[in-house]
């Protein structure tokens, strides 16, 4: 089993609609989770860190269950510019030396 | 405020032919250090990761290698390139922060194409 698992898409979804993506990941004693977002051709970059009591920026909402063993992102409002790869990150490690562990990505595409 | 430099940006490279990535951060100092690689339309693969000079783990058995001559440089090698080892070259880096992972930042990539 993969250590970090993701629906790959692609999602497409009308401009203005409310999208969710779900990372599951295998690893129980996993400590830190992210999402990156990945434009075509591009290196990708932070678009949230998520938290155990979940966080909110904009209209980006990210939420873990730590029970089920999943992360999620929650895009409302969607806008054109939203079209990207979304990418789940996840620090399997208690430790300095953590690897940081990629899913394979969701992409998402807004259709005008 | 840290930077991250990767280069070349695009590379072609014959089959057979070494290969040298090279990536520096500036900074900071004793920041963990990542290559990955990204086959086209798929996700992040990690092959290598260091937390200090001249440590190395390696995640996926290959044809590839990687050094850290220096705190803040980590290159990545090959003595003789495949056709399977063109693909998305991204080196990253982290923190180092005791109690958990932090973010990566990355480097623009290097694009490798081999022929």
């Known amino acids: 089993r993969k250590e970090v698992e993701q629906d790959p898409g692609p999602f497409n979804v009308p401009e203005g609609a409310t999208v969710a993506f779900n990372c599951t990941y295998s690893n129980s004693a996993s400590q830190s989770f992210f999402w990156y977002r990945q434009d075509c051709r591009k290196e990708p970059k932070l678009l949230m860190s998520v938290y155990s009591s979940g966080n909110e920026d904009g209209r980006f909402t990210a939420q873990l269950n730590r029970a089920s063993q999943y992360i999620s992102l929650l895009i409302r409002d969607s806008k054109l510019s939203d079209s990207a790869t979304y990418l789940c990150v996840v620090t399997p490690q208690y430790s300095s030396a953590s690897k940081i562990i990629f899913g394979s990505g969701t992409r998402l595409s807004i259709r005008p | 405020s840290q930077t991250i430099h990767q280069w070349p940006a695009t590379l072609v490279q014959p089959v057979g032919s070494p290969l040298s990535l090279e990536c520096t951060v500036e900074g900071t100092s004793n920041p963990n250090l990542y290559w990955y690689r990204q086959a086209a339309g798929r996700g992040l693969q990690l092959l290598f990761y260091?937390?200090?000079?001249?440590?190395i783990s390696s995640e996926v058995p290959q044809n590839l290698s990687a050094s850290r001559p220096q705190d803040r440089q980590f290159i990545l090698s090959s003595k003789k390139l495949l056709l399977s080892d063109s693909g998305f070259y991204l080196c990253?880096?982290?923190?180092?922060?005791?109690?958990?992972?932090?973010?990566?930042?990355f480097g623009q990539g290097t694009r490798l194409t081999v022929v």
């Open positions: 260091s937390v200090g000079i001249g440590q």
């Open positions: 990253a880096w982290s923190p180092l922060a005791r109690g958990g992972g932090t973010e990566a930042f």
